[in-house]
Structures are given as structure tokens and as C-alpha cells.
């Protein structure tokens, strides 16, 4: 009985959540805006979350979403993709790193203006996934609530600028994909997604494991001819979670928390965006490479976010994902110590008031 009313609750709030996500993403799917299904969700969510309701999507849910993005990654790996990154590797890394050195520049910006703790905010600046961000910055002892806050608000300037770019530039043709019928092992994609909560709650030792796990696997499967039958449905479904769990972030507790500081963050995430696209120029330029790729190579974006529009919008989604966990690791393996000395270097050069 106790059993049966709970469950009738949670139905009753979470099926017009649900529903009114679809409804928005078909609604702005018709009306060709682009990153429809992952916008859609991100405004429900939202819209949900200011006005009162307490809805969190489960981590196990979560996981899945990004197991399913890793799948779509190893599902459109092509041939050519290792040639194509050997040949702009040194490029794309120097670009990556101008960015990271950027993102910290505006985390110490943002924490002398807002006055908040400098480190927390470069952290919350830092690109790559913010899930695994936000865990590293909890574990060094930082303000993960300071963290999480910009990490959300740069990766929303991030889907609506990018979105905002490809309807005034146009998307293209999916990279080295066709319309062809449906094929493959679904029970490969069942057991791939299930390997995702699995990863994130065995492989912490791995930075965004429920990703980046299946997407390794996924790939070994696909490169040795096993074919992974990934539906459209179950792409609708991870990118509602993904950016329906970004807008009910954005609730009446984070307006109170971000009201002081909200207009610096949003400000220093738009400008680290445009650098981002600057050096996008340059990649397209030098490296070769398609501009809507070689933007979503070089903005500072959540991995599983870019990976949803990358697809969507018809980017090469290898070449993205490859530089993207590039960046990825160049954030875990130098970004605590860059984020410390940059930390300890305006500390020495801030006047401290005389003792009296």
C-alpha cells in the first residue's frame, strides 16, 4: 500500500517532467532550432526546477545517459580519424592548452570581481566533464557548491552560443555517416549502457569512467566488425537526461547562491567561449579541419554535451570526442597543479593591507 502511493507520487512528478521535455525538444526540433534535444530538455528542466519542484535525476541515470553517449562515439569512429588527429595532434594540443590557460585566467578574474575563493573558481572554469570536476575539486577540499555553479553556467553559455552559431552558420552533413537501415546487436548496447553505472561506481579511479569505459569497449567491439545497434529513441532519451539534469540545476537555491556573483561568471564564460572560437579559426585553418568540428574541438564545453550536438548537428563527432578526451586528461593530469600556482602567484603580486 505505503509501496503502491510512493510510486504514484513519483509518477505524478516526474511524467509531466518528462513530458513536457519531449514536448519542447519536438516543438523546437520542428521549428529547426539547432541542439533541439538536448535544449528542450535543459529549458524544461529548468522551468521545472525555479518553479519549486525537487526533481534529480538518479546517478545511476546519469551514468547511463553518458554510457550511451560513449556508445554513439565508438558506433562513429572512422577509419581515417587516427590519420586526421596524428596529422594535427601538436596543433590541437597547443590550442587546447591556450584554452585551459584562458579558463584558469577566468577563474582568477571571476574570484577577485565576485570575491569568491579564487581556486574554487578556476576549477569551476576548467573544461572537460563536469562531473569529474566538480568530484576532484570536492576531493581537494574546495567549495564544490562555488564549482558546480560556474561549471553549469559555462556549459549553458556553451549549447545556447554554440546553437546560437550553427543557426546563423548552418550545420552540414553528419562526417562519414549515412542513412542506411537499422542494424546490429542491441544486446551489445544494453550490456555497453549497463557497463556505465557499473564503471562510475567501481572506476572511480578512472575520470568520467561511465563514459568513457563504454566508449572504449564500444570502439574494441566496433573496430573488431561487431556492429552496436544504437536507436534514435535511445538518443532522444540520454540527451533528455543529460540536459534536463543541467536545467533542474538551475533552481531557487541556485539563483540565491549565484544572485552576487551570476553576472561575472556569466560574463567570463562568454568571453572564454569567444576565445575558444577564435582558435577554432585556427584549427580550421591550419589543421584543416571543418569549422563546425574544429569549434566543437576548441569550446570549453561538457564532454557528453558537445558529444549530443556534435552529433546532432552533423560535426565529425570522432575527431571532437578524440581531441575533447585529449583535453580531458590534459585537465586531470596539470590542471590541479596549474590551478594552484596560478593560485599562489596572484597572491604575490595582491598588496596586503599593513598590520597595524
Given at each position: ?41 535543459l529549458m524544461a528542466g529548468a522551468a521545472a ?284 593530469l596539470v590542471g590541479p597543479v596549474m590551478a ?17
Open positions: 500500500m505505503i509501496f503502491a502511493f510512493c510510486l504514484r507520487t513519483r509518477l505524478i512528478i516526474w511524467v509531466p517532467h518528462v513530458l513536457s521535455a519531449l514536448a519542447v525538444s519536438l516543438l523546437l526540433e520542428h521549428l529547426g532550432v539547432p541542439a533541439a534535444l538536448l535544449i528542450g530538455p526546477g525555479l518553479a519549486g519542484a525537487r526533481l534529480r535525476y538518479p546517478r545511476w541515470a546519469l551514468s547511463a545517459a553518458q554510457a550511451v553517449t560513449g556508445v554513439l562515439v565508438a558506433t562513429s569512429l572512422r577509419a581515417d580519424t587516427i590519420e586526421t588527429v596524428q596529422r594535427i595532434w601538436p596543433l590541437a594540443l597547443g590550442l587546447l592548452l591556450i584554452v585551459m590557460a584562458s579558463a584558469i585566467a577566468a577563474g582568477v578574474v571571476t574570484g577577485r570581481l565576485a570575491r569568491i575563493e579564487r581556486e574554487a573558481a578556476i576549477w569551476g572554469f576548467l573544461p572537460g566533464m563536469a562531473s569529474a570536476v566538480i568530484a576532484m575539486s570536492d576531493d581537494r577540499g574546495l567549495d564544490a557548491r562555488v564549482v558546480a555553479v560556474i561549471q553549469m553556467v559555462r556549459i549553458v553559455v556553451v549549447i545556447f552560443l554554440t546553437a546560437g552559431l550553427v543557426g546563423v552558420f548552418g550545420s552540414q552533413p553528419a562526417a562519414g555517416m549515412t542513412q542506411t537501415e537499422p542494424s546490429g546487436d542491441v544486446f551489445l548496447l544494453v550490456a555497453l549502457v549497463a557497463l556505465g553505472p557499473v564503471a562510475d561506481r567501481f572506476l572511480r579511479v578512472i575520470p568520467a569512467a561511465a563514459l568513457l569505459v563504454p566508449l572504449t569497449v564500444g570502439s574494441v567491439l566496433d573496430l573488431s566488425g561487431l556492429s552496436i545497434y544504437l536507436p534514435q529513441a535511445v538518443l532522444v532519451c540520454a540527451y533528455l537526461v543529460i540536459g534536463a539534469n543541467v536545467g533542474l540545476g538551475f533552481d531557487r537555491a541556485f539563483l540565491s547562491d549565484a544572485a552576487r556573483s551570476l553576472p561575472v561568471v556569466l560574463a567570463a564564460a562568454c568571453a572564454l567561449y569567444a576565445v575558444g572560437a577564435l582558435l577554432s579559426l585556427v584549427l580550421a585553418i591550419v589543421g584543416g579541419v571543418d569549422p563546425l568540428t574544429a569549434l566543437l574541438s576548441t569550446v570549453p564545453g561538457s564532454i557528453d554535451a558537445i558529444a549530443a550536438i556534435a552529433f546532432s548537428e552533423g560535426a565529425d563527432i570522432s575527431v571532437v570526442m578524440t581531441l575533447q578526451i585529449m583535453r580531458l586528461f590534459v585537465v586531470i594552484r600556482l596560478a593560485v599562489r602567484w596572484v597572491m604575490r603580486r595582491t598588496p596586503h593591507p599593513p598590520q597595524p
